[in-house]
């Protein structure tokens, strides 16, 4: 692998002009010089075209959508399809990279069979103006199928793929996943390909009010179960006894849901269903907390 390998940011936008500055100044910021930022404008109609447009930099790549795709991982695919690199990177617009983080990423690729770099990160909390390190314990590398299903532990802003790695699949991302997408992806590449990672953090994540995941719980829980099914039909991850897992966790997340908007009789009876784990102690928890208290912490 030649150090001197391009990597491609892929950064996707719809109105995100608020935090726009920060993330592409911390592409620019890179101690690692080699990338071009593939910068797929889904029809924004605020200021982040004119935001882009005001970096003279060769390496800034704009590109408008020809129609406003409802669709966060169709979106990523389109950009995909623009760009040159070896590497593909992702960076959402509210969210932002450490200097060093390519610098020490790229260079486990000198591991051919690994597909798939990622890293820790910190969660700053933006209405509390404080951050919290993701993982505290170390993450898996190597062939991790089984450790992924276990507890997935990669954020959308560290990870870098292989080109070669996603040539070598029927398709990228899943189109009709607007949650779930790089989870689904990741995934799929770790059956055949080897993780590595920093261990260390390589970027922030944002989380304020309008992030999708925090916004869309019950599409997350309809996409966990279709991703489920689909999987207990595949002959390599139905034989793990891993993929009940993510069963637990769609129950968990569907049964937070339930306390947070349903009755107290009908959130009892759905916590007594969920298997006895430190989650279910969570449930409980929950369960007996305000209404009020439990919406203050919905980064469940």
Not at 74 to 83: D, M, V
Not at 103 to 122: H, M
Not at 168 to 177: E, G, S, T, V
């Amino acid at each position: 692998m030649s150090d001197q390998s391009l990597v491609s940011v892929i950064i996707n936008c719809f109105n995100g002009d608020k935090y726009l500055h920060k993330a592409l100044n911390s592409v620019v910021a890179q101690t690692y010089k080699n990338w071009e930022i593939i910068f797929w404008d889904n029809q924004s109609v605020d200021k982040s075209a004119e935001i882009f447009k005001s970096y003279k930099d060769a390496r800034f790549k704009y590109y408008y959508a020809p129609e406003h795709s409802k669709i966060l991982y169709e979106a990523r695919n389109y950009a995909i399809a623009k760009a040159n690199g070896d590497f593909f990177a992702f960076l959402d617009v509210d969210d932002w990279w450490l200097p060093n983080k390519l610098e020490k990423q790229i260079p486990l690729f000198s591991d051919p069979k690994v597909g798939v770099v990622y890293g820790n990160f910190w969660n700053f909390y933006e209405k509390q103006n404080k951050t919290k390190i993701y993982k505290k314990k170390t993450l898996p590398t190597g062939m991790v199928l089984r450790d992924l299903l276990r507890d997935y532990p990669i954020g959308s802003p560290t990870y870098v793929i292989r080109k070669k790695s996603m040539e070598k699949l029927n398709y990228h991302f899943n189109n009709h996943f607007h949650i779930i997408g790089e989870f689904d992806l990741i995934l799929r590449l770790s059956v055949y390909w080897k993780l590595d990672c920093v261990q260390g953090p390589v970027a922030y994540a944002r989380i304020h009010g309008k992030n999708i995941k925090y916004l869309y719980r019950n599409l997350e829980i309809d996409e966990m179960k279709i991703w489920y099914a689909e999987m207990k039909k595949n002959p390599i991850f139905s034989s793990l006894n891993e993929l009940g897992q993510i069963k637990k966790y769609y129950m968990y997340l569907e049964t937070m849901e339930t306390i947070l908007k349903d009755t107290f009789s009908k959130s009892f009876f759905q916590v007594a269903k969920y298997p006895f784990s430190l989650k279910k102690l969570k449930l409980i928890i929950a369960l007996l907390l305000p209404k009020f208290a439990l919406k203050r912490i919905k980064t469940y």
